[in-house]
């Protein structure tokens, strides 16, 4: 390969992942159904022809951006935090709450790729079934994994259901009003925002848990004497 072969190919290499970068974020603020070609080709001042020629289709592009923002994600803020598989739950909880927040607070790539989740739980599209296989599914595993350490043996799966629920909902809901905290937050570093919300939402949680798994050894004691 030539010298100008080289080139194209830096050049080609480049003008894609300007395309999956502008297409994150305009996917993240309009959403997959108001999204079109053109919108995502201004913004990354190319032409239309270049997300056929690059991706195949606005549908693929939309998986390939899925697929990129999702490692990118678990390669910044990884949902064990970096702990080792025996790390006590209540220490896995506050791991897999911090990595929720930043990916739904972060100004970059990665709250873009936050936001487009949200909306894909809110409003689904026909690339939700790669979503919950690649995506959605193995998250739902680690979270109510930790769930279940931290009620024991005793509980049931809809009580582990429920609490991983509660839990991961908690980040979505700050997540749906980034753009329209109170006051109070939008004055904090993003941070310290994260950082304050990461406390709270593990220390409301394990109450809850708590409050639960003594509901369920409570009702096991009740049956056991009758």
């Known amino acids: 390969m030539g010298y100008s072969g080289v080139v194209k190919r830096k050049d080609g290499i480049e003008r894609k ?5 502008e297409a994150t ?17 201004r913004a990354a001042h190319s032409n239309t022809a270049s997300v056929n020629y690059y991706f195949g289709s606005k549908e693929d592009l939309y998986a390939e951006v899925w697929k ?17 598989a025996d790390a006590a739950a209540m220490d896995q909880l506050r791991a897999m709450i911090r990595a929720h927040l930043h990916r739904m607070l972060d100004d970059g790539t990665l709250g873009h790729a936050g936001q487009i989740l949200l909306m894909e ?16 599914a193995p998250l739902r ?5 930790i769930i279940r350490r931290l009620l ?13 629920m509660s839990v991961i909902h908690q980040c979505f809901g700050f997540g749906l009003k980034r753009d329209r905290l109170p006051h109070l937050f939008q ?6 925002l994260v950082e304050s919300l990461v406390d709270h939402i593990t220390l409301f949680s394990l109450a809850g848990i708590s409050a639960v798994k003594k509901t369920g050894c409570e009702r096991i004691t009740h049956c056991a004497k009758e």
């Open 68 to 84: 990129s923002a999702f490692h990118c994600a678990l390669k910044q803020f990884p949902l064990d935090g970096g702990l080792p």
């Open 25 to 41: 974020r305009v996917f993240a603020q309009k959403g997959f159904r108001d999204t079109t070609i053109a919108d995502i080709c």
């Open 17 to 21: 992942a300007l395309l999956l970068k």
């Open 121 to 136: 739980l809110t409003n689904p599209t026909k690339s939700l079934e790669f979503i919950k296989n690649d995506v959605i």
């Open 187 to 192: 004055s904090m570093k993003k941070a310290e």
């Open 152 to 164: 024991g043996d005793q509980a049931t799966e809809e009580q582990v259901a429920f609490c991983a």
């Open 141 to 145: 595993q680690q979270v109510r994994s």
